[in-house]
């Protein structure tokens, strides 16, 4: 009753408080998973959850359903602060209790759908090719194709399951509606077929080839079905054919394609600084480029890599002798801009060194302030090759970080690919390359050279939790979500995989080789970050799944959760790591001690001659430290770190 009665007293001071604010705005509740923007017209405050099992709410108002139930939400302005009740409704159960991922109707037979959950309403995403009686879920099929059957409970929340509708024949689509199966030798259009699982085949190989895909889309759309991207390699005419048996029996489809020779359009930016380049592509090989005219950009004839030389406008035309298809040259129109950029900026460029990209690059501007960093700005810039550029308006003074990353893609990494980069080559937030601008100072050239990872097979395995923790040792049990976690060789510092915690804070990756050692390294803005290092897997022993971490919110750290060594589960033995490596100067020593140590870190050239000493203190437990090798020269060295119980030495490299 106590307890009732302080709580009761702390709502009513609250509510006394909150009459200098606005009340908070917006609709008051959402499904599980599901997003509710509120919104409050006095600037600068905090939105804060009562219940993060319940429901998140961003820095900016917008609340995420975790799981069924109510909970407080308020806006908090020193010193006054307003609330609402939120309230999570469930999502209703899976249709025909998840026992399937999609249903396949025959045309004219009817299929019950089921849920567990009473009184909800069926619907159909497309009455031409499903109908469905809302109250008993009975569908029929009308038409060939796809569509979604839907089941919405009184609070709105729904569930789907995606519909095939098929027959004894079925119907080749051809690509997005309105694409010519006439197209042009070098170019490619995409088949789709409703009944998923079936062989593609082209009766001429040497005109038309075609590779199945699991899984198609058009203009933002994903249709489910089976795929096939269909090249022209020489004129002429070849039948497509896509064979299956469905529940309604056996199916063969066909479509007659037409392959002529042609010049594509050109691809590429539409803009270029001056004294910078950019690349230029086209579909078909074997073409020759020009440029006019030659005083304002030059283009190298067979790579199409344009230079900016003077300001203006050049017209740029590719040419390929002996098409029929089209025109046998087009036209591309670049603008050359003034190489300076805007007044008091942060530009440079993101560079591929590996694999070249083509496409759209978001760069973000991260600024220090009162000891907090914070995104303040971000731009999209466009690569088509091996780099881009990008550049900030930052009138006033202060210390700036600039990150980049690949848009389009949802990390982590399943596949070898570029990992969002700080400048500038360091995936983690506190060991970047600062930038100290000066109001009224351009700073140029503030690369990133972004970071690859590589994904390897094996069986080895490594997976854990990252909890929320109340800085004294213990967690709370409220799961970290969204979390980028990596997982690092701890020999070669190669980056193997990333990957982001789900809701319940839980992350794992698999494909690892066993017979190395691995270090696992989490990533949140303003949080320093210890590694769970010494993870050795072996045929013996080839996974780890009790890789855990705590955030301290409080302290501003994330730490390991370590105890025992895991491969014999018996006490923690000395273990060092050095990383990252390469490294732009900034190096950190992490460790995990049975008791405290004193060592001496100790950094040589290729002579063997000291370049540099430092004494520190590794504490008992898991540990790191930071040293600064920035005022080295670019090259390889080598790195000690001696105490009376480790005698560590590895090769590292300095690159600036």
Not at 280 to 302: E, M, R
Not at 379 to 398: C, L, R
Not at 485 to 502: E, I, K, P
């Amino acid at each position: 009753m106590k307890k009732e009665i302080l709580l009761s007293l702390g709502i009513l001071l609250i509510c006394l408080k909150s009459f200098a604010l606005t009340p908070i705005t917006g609709v008051f509740g959402s499904c599980v998973s599901g997003t509710q923007p509120l919104y409050n017209v006095t600037p600068g405050g905090s939105w804060v959850s009562h219940d993060l099992t319940i429901a998140t709410v961003s820095p900016s108002g917008v609340v995420t359903g975790v799981s069924a139930g109510t909970v407080i939400i308020h806006y908090y302005v020193a010193p006054d602060t307003v609330m609402i009740y939120f309230t999570v409704s469930p999502q209703p159960a899976p249709i025909n209790s998840g026992a399937v991922s999609y249903a396949q109707m025959c045309l004219g037979v009817p299929y019950n759908f089921t849920n567990t959950v009473p009184g909800g309403v069926w619907s159909s995403t497309n009455t031409a090719i499903s109908t469905i009686d809302a109250s008993s879920g009975v569908a029929y099929g009308v038409g060939y194709g796809y569509c979604n059957t839907v089941y919405t409970m009184g609070t709105g929340c729904s569930t789907t399951l995606p519909v095939w509708l098929v027959g004894y024949t079925d119907t080749l689509i051809s690509g997005n509606p309105g694409t010519s199966t006439t197209f042009c030798v070098g170019s490619a259009i995409t088949l789709w077929d409703s009944t998923y699982t079936g062989t593609w085949s082209s009766s001429n190989p040497a005109v038309a080839t075609i590779s199945a895909h699991a899984l198609g889309g058009w203009g933002g759309t994903t249709y489910w079905g089976d795929t096939g991207m269909i090249v022209g390699l020489s004129a002429g005419t070849a039948v497509i054919s896509y064979s299956s048996t469905s529940v309604c029996g056996p199916q063969l489809a066909t479509t007659t394609v037409h392959i002529v020779g042609s010049v594509a359009a050109i691809a590429g930016p539409a803009s270029v600084m001056s004294g910078s380049s950019i690349t230029l592509v086209n579909a078909v090989t074997g073409g020759t480029w020009s440029v006019s005219p030659s005083s304002i950009a030059s283009i190298d004839p067979v790579t199409g890599v344009l230079t900016g030389l003077s300001l203006g406008t050049a017209i740029i035309t590719y040419s390929a002798s002996g098409t029929t298809c089209g025109p046998s040259s087009v036209t591309h129109t670049v603008t050359v801009t003034s190489s300076a950029p805007p007044p008091t900026g942060i530009s440079g460029h993101v560079n591929f060194s590996g694999t070249p990209v083509t496409g759209p690059i978001k760069v973000w501007l991260i600024q220090d302030s009162s000891f907090m960093l914070y995104a303040v700005d971000s731009t999209i810039t466009y690569s088509t090759g091996s780099s881009a550029a990008y550049n900030f308006i930052v009138p006033t003074a202060g210390t700036f970080r600039v990150k980049a990353a690949v848009t389009g893609i949802t990390y982590g990494i399943s596949t070898a690919g570029y990992i969002p980069t700080y400048h500038t080559n360091d995936f983690y937030w506190f060991s970047c390359n600062l930038i100290n601008h000066i109001a009224g100072v351009d700073d140029v050239n503030q690369d990133i050279n972004m970071a690859y990872g590589t994904v390897t097979t094996g069986p080895g395995f490594i997976a854990g939790h990252v909890y929320y923790g109340a800085n004294k040792g213990t967690s709370t049990g409220i799961p970290v979500g969204g979390m980028m976690m990596y997982v690092f060789n701890a020999t070669t510092s190669q980056l193997m995989q990333s990957v982001r915690t789900d809701a319940t804070g839980y992350y794992s990756v698999s494909d690892l080789p066993v017979g190395a050692t691995y270090f696992v390294f989490p990533d949140s803005l303003n949080y320093l970050t210890t590694p769970f290092n010494g993870i050795t897997l072996t045929s013996a022993h080839p996974d780890m799944t009790s890789a855990n971490f705590t955030q301290h919110t409080i302290a501003g750290t994330i730490t390991p959760d370590v105890t025992t060594d895991i491969s014999t589960n018996k006490p923690c033995t000395a273990s060092i790591l050095t990383f990252p490596n390469p490294t732009n100067g900034k190096v950190h020593i992490t460790w995990n001690m049975p008791s405290a140590e004193d060592a001496t870190v100790i950094v040589a050239d290729i002579t063997g001659r000291e370049v540099f000493r430092s004494n520190i203190n590794m504490t008992a437990g898991a540990g790191v430290n930071q040293i600064d090798l920035s005022s080295l020269t670019n090259g390889l060295y080598t790195i000690s770190v001696k105490s009376a119980a480790i005698n560590y030495n590895n090769k590292i490299q300095v690159q600036h």
